[in-house]
C-alpha cells in the first residue's frame, strides 16, 4: 500500500521539479529531493535513472554535496533577485507593505546560503588565502632547529 503511494508522491514531485526548472518561482531541488526520497523507498530503478539523470542527477548531487558552479551561482541569485522584485513590488502595490519588507530580507539569507557554498572544484565560494612569501616565512619553514620543530616527537618517544 506504502509503495503505490510512493511512486505517486515521487512522480507528481519529478514532474513539479522539471516545471521548477522552466518556472523562476517554482523552486526545483526540493521537489528533486522529495522524487529521490520517494523513489528511494519505492523503485530502486526509477531512483538510480534520477540521480543519474544528465540534468536532474545534478541538481540533487549538488545539494548531497553542497556544491554549485559559479554559473549556477550567478543564474540562481539573479533568478531570485529578480522575482522577489516583482513579487515585493506587487505586494507594495497593493497595500501589502509588511510582505513587501520582508522577501528581500529572506533574499538576502538565501543569497548569503548560496554565496558561501562551495565550487564543484572543491573550493569555497571566496578566495583562498595566499600563502606568506616573505623572506622571513621562507627561512622560519626551513630552520629545521627551530624550538618547535621535534620537541614533541623526542619528548614523547622518551616517556613512551
Given at each position: 500500500m506504502?509503495?503505490?503511494l510512493?511512486?505517486l508522491?515521487?512522480?507528481?514531485?519529478?514532474a513539479?521539479?522539471v516545471l521548477?526548472?522552466f518556472?523562476p518561482?517554482?523552486?526545483?531541488?526540493?521537489?528533486l529531493?522529495l522524487?529521490?526520497?520517494?523513489?528511494a523507498?519505492?523503485?530502486?530503478?526509477l531512483?538510480?535513472?534520477l540521480?543519474n539523470h544528465?540534468?536532474?542527477?545534478?541538481?540533487?548531487?549538488n545539494?548531497?554535496n553542497?556544491?554549485m558552479?559559479r554559473?549556477?551561482k550567478?543564474r540562481t541569485?539573479v533568478?531570485l533577485w529578480?522575482?522577489?522584485a516583482?513579487?515585493?513590488?506587487?505586494l507594495?502595490?497593493s497595500?501589502?507593505?509588511?510582505?513587501a519588507l520582508i522577501?528581500?530580507?529572506?533574499a538576502?539569507g538565501?543569497?548569503?546560503?548560496?554565496?558561501t557554498?562551495r565550487?564543484?572544484d572543491?573550493r569555497?565560494?571566496r578566495?583562498?588565502?595566499?600563502?606568506?612569501?616573505?623572506?622571513?616565512a621562507?627561512?622560519?619553514?626551513?630552520?629545521?632547529?627551530?624550538?618547535?620543530?621535534g620537541?614533541?616527537?623526542?619528548g614523547?618517544?622518551?616517556t613512551?
Amino acid at each position: 500500500m506504502l509503495r503505490p503511494l510512493l511512486l505517486l508522491v515521487g512522480c507528481l514531485s519529478l514532474a513539479l521539479g522539471v516545471l521548477g526548472v522552466f518556472l523562476p518561482l517554482l523552486p526545483t531541488t526540493p521537489f528533486l529531493l522529495l522524487s529521490a526520497f520517494c523513489f528511494a523507498r519505492s523503485s530502486q530503478r526509477l531512483h538510480t535513472y534520477l540521480v543519474n539523470h544528465r540534468v536532474l542527477g545534478e541538481y540533487i548531487n549538488n545539494y548531497n554535496n553542497h556544491t554549485m558552479t559559479r554559473a549556477h551561482k550567478t543564474r540562481t541569485i539573479v533568478l531570485l533577485w529578480i522575482s522577489i522584485a516583482l513579487s515585493a513590488g506587487y505586494l507594495a502595490w497593493s497595500g501589502y507593505t509588511i510582505p513587501a519588507l520582508i522577501l528581500p530580507l529572506i533574499a538576502a539569507g538565501v543569497t548569503l546560503h548560496i554565496a558561501t557554498l562551495r565550487r564543484e572544484d572543491g573550493r569555497s565560494g571566496r578566495p583562498a588565502p595566499q600563502p606568506d612569501t616573505s623572506p622571513s616565512a621562507s627561512a622560519r619553514d626551513s630552520a629545521p632547529d627551530s624550538p618547535s620543530a621535534g620537541t614533541t616527537d623526542r619528548g614523547a618517544a622518551g616517556t613512551q
